[in-house]
């Protein structure tokens, strides 16, 4: 189904190098998030960004990079400075009152 | 900050049964509680939210109780079917989804 979505679904990389995982969403929302899972945990927020040209950090920002230069869209960087990055991603958007609206994720594995 | 502790992380019931999952936060000012369900390889969803006005809110076989006095909510599901299986999640916030925090996670089986 559509509203937002992430590619690719899976991403593999070597260690050292930076990946980008995109994020598009088409629900108009002004609000959108990165978020991280790991096994057994619950979701950390990386970023998330308000409105276009803005973004602040989460939990978890160190060894992460993002930009918001269009409404639609919320790529996020993972950096070489990330020391675990090997984890499933997760966009979201929302307004700023309502609740949040998944993508179906990334699963990044770096080795 | 806000924590939030889920409780349990596995939970295995038969089909008919009820399910119950418990929650607890740390900070009083939370004032927004919601439940998410992702089945394996998809997406969270949304399934059922409270906020601090009411006590408790029911939507079909689901609901969710709010108690605010001992900072603790639950999910409740009724008569759960194989179809429930999937991993739960809860989460709340004070300010919205900024800084909304999220459980670990209980991964409910529901046997045929």
């Known amino acids: ?111 | 900050g806000e924590n939030v502790e889920q409780h349990p992380s596995t939970l295995s019931v038969q089909e008919g049964d009820s399910a119950v999952i418990k929650c607890t936060y740390s900070d009083s000012a939370s004032n927004y509680f919601p439940w998410y369900k992702q089945e394996l390889g998809k997406r969270p969803q949304l399934i059922i939210d409270i906020r601090s006005n009411v006590g408790e809110k029911k939507d079909q076989r689901i609901a969710v109780t709010l108690n605010k006095t001992a900072k603790h909510f639950s999910l409740h599901i009724t008569e759960t079917q194989p179809e429930d299986s999937a991993v739960y999640f809860c989460a709340a916030s004070i300010q919205g989804n900024n800084d909304m925090r999220f459980g670990a996670g209980t991964r409910l089986t529901v046997k045929p």
């Open chain 1, 1 to 111: 189904d559509g509203g937002i979505t992430q590619s690719p679904k899976y991403l593999f990389r070597k260690e050292g190098q930076n990946v980008t995982l995109s994020c598009e969403q088409n629900l108009n929302h002004d609000a959108m998030y990165w978020y991280r899972q790991d096994p057994g945990q619950g979701l950390r927020l990386i970023y998330y960004s308000q409105i276009v040209n803005d973004f602040q950090k989460g939990d978890i920002a160190e060894g992460y990079s993002v930009s918001r230069e269009k409404k639609e869209s919320f790529p996020l960087t993972v950096t070489s400075a990330q020391k675990n990055p090997t984890a499933f991603y997760l966009c979201a958007s929302s307004t700023l009152d309502s609740p949040l609206h998944f993508g179906n994720g990334t699963r990044l594995t770096v080795t």
